[in-house]
């Protein structure tokens, strides 16, 4: 991202078992709110801040830029970038298989349907106009395909702007590595979105992969 003359912020969030999504998601809005007001120092532009994550990462970033209440006085996030995303809908995945395939992640989510519910960025479609890009592997995990999928028809169902770009033959983990070199589509698509917003200078946060 340095090369590419954009700011970039790499933050860390609390784990499971020790610690619940919601304390992850606080640990997040408490990094997008030091970035607003330290960016500068760094040769940041506090007016263009853009959150970015992969999977988890992506749920987390996800959760921050479209839940208005994290930001009583108005987000300062102008995009978010959410590759391979996981936990889209996880109050649906959970109660569909809570006790099953989705039992590892009751340890973040705890056992509670409330806690699952305001914590699944589809809930929140709408509360915040963040723009937002959703990058998706051609063989990531199923279960990314599917909550991908539900979550992109229903914010055109609402009519919410949601960009979309389809990676072939790509797995999970190897949609991270799109960040590695700085010459992948991965790049194109990251900055091109960044430049459709009609931004000049960036201010990017990742939370890393959990």
Same mark, same amino acid.
């Given at each position: 991202?340095? +090369? +590419?003359? %954009? ?7 609390? &784990? /499971? @078992? ?16 030091? *970035? ?7 040769? !940041?532009?506090?007016? =263009? ?7 988890? !990462?992506?749920? &987390?970033?996800?959760?921050? /830029? ?5 930001? @009583? ?18 109050? +649906?995945?959970? /109660? ?57 028809? /229903? ?17 999970? *983990? @190897? ?10 589509? $991965?790049?194109?698509? %990251? &900055? $091109? ?7 000049? =200078?960036?201010?990017?946060? $990742?939370?890393?992969?959990?």
């Amino acid at each position: 991202m340095a +090369r +590419r003359k %954009v700011v970039t912020v790499v933050i860390d969030y609390p &784990l /499971a @078992p020790d610690y619940k999504v919601y304390t992850m998601e606080k640990a997040v809005v408490q990094a997008v709110n030091w *970035i607003e007001e330290n960016i500068e120092g760094y040769g !940041g532009d506090p007016e =263009q801040i853009y959150i970015s994550g992969h999977s988890a !990462g992506a749920h &987390l970033a996800a959760l921050t /830029a479209m839940k208005a209440s994290l930001f @009583p006085e108005g987000t300062p996030i102008k995009g978010a970038i959410l590759n391979d995303p996981g936990g889209l809908d996880m109050d +649906r995945y959970l /109660a569909d298989s809570g006790q099953t395939t989705g039992k590892k992640y009751l340890k973040a989510f705890t056992q509670d349907p409330q806690v699952w519910k305001e914590n699944s960025p589809i809930n929140f479609l709408g509360n915040t106009d963040v723009p937002m890009i959703i990058m998706e592997g051609g063989n990531t995990y199923p279960s990314i395909t599917q909550t991908v999928g539900i979550f992109r028809k /229903a914010a055109e169902e609402k009519g919410i702007p949601l960009e979309y770009s389809f990676y072939p033959r790509k797995h999970h *983990i @190897p949609m991270m590595t799109q960040f590695f070199f700085t010459w992948t589509r $991965g790049y194109r698509d %990251v &900055l $091109g979105f960044i430049e459709e917003q009609g931004q000049s =200078q960036k201010a990017v946060i $990742g939370p890393s992969v959990q």
